[in-house]
């Protein structure tokens, strides 16, 4: 290793996040425009107040406010008081009042912490604030990246869309842990019922990335404010997905490692993650604060929210939710992963154990049920649970075997949107009723003379052959059990 190799090593890697999510309402922040707009034309969801027009007035939606303590709750911040909300003045053209509605000194949620898991190791971030404002419009560049486009196009669509950010402490030590936080805060607000990780752009991240000299790392891997400080960072816009957070910013930390090789400063920069050439390209010197000229939104009145806390309920979140299906069902800790993956899975899961054991539910949810939806690319809303409920009845009660339940009828259910009693039918897949099995016992004897002869020999593999025979006459639905017992009687006779 060089002097110079050695140098760069001898940084670690320090990684703080502001995470935009949207929040799911059924209009915008500051107006009744609805933002259900992915299939409609541009420009079509606007009105004088989310197109800034002079005069028009901003109104708060309580939905929105309400969706934000949730996230307050779940992450255990502080929720203050009072909240307000601040002007943010920038010029872009995806901003039609040249300014951003958002807030400043009294965010909504303010010291929370989310825990992660890499590799088996627990650790917290610590959430600095989490704030609500509005999304801008969103700009489409023609003939290329936001680099080389031709020109631009601006769609108002967007624009006024609920978001809240949410800044992390610089708590992250490597890119792996960053994409673990995103999956995790995704599941955290999907369980609140306040974000939509399917929806275009309902993610975004930007990341904020230093090199800090390990002497400045702290024996419980803590860094000084004053360290934090003075290691020059860079902020990685447009990153859109946990995998693109983890790609953007082990791009970063090579080029970042790069620069320190060389014996060279890492500028401090906003960068743009450029999805499509896995690289991260300079876009101009980080604003300052000082640059937004903040100041009070006179046209909102502060908000008392102290008492919504108590008011507003969440949900039992994923982790807790995990261990008491351990506790509770007996379950492994994969099965309990998976079958808590998504709200809608556990709900899911929990009405079947109602009426099925649990063990036998899980079996079911966990390895077929998904399974055979994750092949397929499909959402668990595909399947009716009445449907399931059905399947596993027959299943539970012998009417059809495991293997049919899964392999015939399930897989019809999803290919063919069939209902189970429907492909049971068309199949014939009702377990053969006991004359059928004894006839086909009895013909599966006289027709192998040869086989029998084995039996009687003592051939191991003369029965199992028999025992196919018999099972293929009945078309699989006999219980192979009972045919071996049959045969046995018949050929011991
Ligand atoms: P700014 O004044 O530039 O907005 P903040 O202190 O508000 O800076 O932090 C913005 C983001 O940068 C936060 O997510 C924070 O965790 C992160 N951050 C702060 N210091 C560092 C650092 N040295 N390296 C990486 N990220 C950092
Ligand atoms: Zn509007
Ligand atoms: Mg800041």
Not at 54 to 73: D, F, H, I, T
Not at 76 to 84: H, K, L, S, V
Not at 114 to 121: A, M, R
Not at 166 to 189: G, M, N, Q, W, Y
Request: glycine share 6%.
């Amino acid at each position: 290793m060089t002097a110079q190799t050695t140098r760069a090593r001898e940084h670690a890697v320090v990684i703080g996040l502001e995470v935009h999510v949207q929040l799911e309402t059924a209009t915008k922040l500051f107006c009744g425009c609805s933002t259900d707009t992915a299939d409609d034309a541009p420009n079509t969801h606007t009105c004088p107040v989310c197109l800034g027009l002079p005069g028009a007035l901003p109104v708060v939606n309580e939905a929105a406010v309400e969706a934000a303590v949730k996230v307050g709750k779940a992450i255990d911040a502080g929720i203050p008081e009072e909240t307000r909300f601040h002007r943010k003045n920038y010029y872009y053209p995806d901003l039609p009042k040249n300014f951003q509605i958002t807030q400043y000194d009294e965010p909504i949620c303010q010291d929370g912490s989310l825990e992660i898991s890499v590799e088996g190791e627990r650790r917290v971030i610590d959430i600095e604030r989490a704030h609500l404002e509005e999304d801008p419009g969103s700009l489409k560049h023609e003939g290329g990246a936001i680099d080389r486009a031709e020109y631009t196009l601006v769609n108002y669509n967007r624009a006024g869309t609920p978001l809240m950010e949410i800044v992390t402490r610089p708590d992250f030590r490597s890119p792996s842990e960053v994409r673990a936080f995103l999956a995790k805060l995704e599941e955290v607000l999907e369980y609140l019922g306040v974000f939509d990780a399917e929806r275009d752009g309902s993610l975004r991240v930007d990341a904020n990335i230093s090199l800090v000299p390990n002497e400045e790392v702290d024996a419980d891997g803590s860094i000084s404010g004053t360290a934090l400080a003075a290691a020059n960072r860079t902020e990685v816009k447009n990153i859109s997905s946990h995998k693109g957070a983890e790609k953007a910013l082990a791009y970063e930390v090579t080029r970042q490692r790069n620069a320190v090789q060389r014996g060279r400063e890492v500028e401090q920069e906003t960068r743009h993650w450029d999805e499509a050439r896995g690289v991260t390209v300079s876009m101009r010197s980080k604003e300052a604060e000082k640059d937004y000229r903040y100041f009070a939104e006179a046209d909102l009145p502060p908000m008392q929210v102290s008492g919504w806390k108590e008011e507003i309920p969440i949900p039992e979140l994923p982790d807790a939710r995990r261990e008491r299906f351990r506790a509770e069902y007996g379950l492994g800790s994969e099965a309990a992963s998976k079958l808590t993956s998504t709200k809608a899975v556990a709900d899911f899961y929990e009405a079947l154990t109602e009426r099925f054991d649990p063990e036998f539910a899980a079996a079911w949810t966990a390895d077929r049920l998904l399974g055979e939806l994750n092949y397929r690319d499909m959402p668990l809303s595909a399947v009716e649970r009445g449907d399931v409920v059905r399947l596993l009845e027959l299943d539970d009660e012998g009417e059809i075997t495991t293997k049919n339940a899964e392999e015939v009828v399930l897989r019809a259910m999803l290919d063919e949107g069939l209902a189970p009693d429907e492909v049971v039918e068309r199949e014939d897949l009702g377990t053969t009723d006991d004359d059928e099995v004894a006839a086909a016992v009895a013909a599966a004897v006289a027709d192998n003379p040869d086989a029998v002869a084995d039996y009687h020999a003592g051939e191991d593999g003369a029965l199992n052959y028999l025992v196919g025979q018999v099972m293929a006459a009945t078309g699989g639905s006999a219980d192979p059990g009972t045919v071996n017992q049959l045969l046995r009687a018949e050929l011991d006779e």
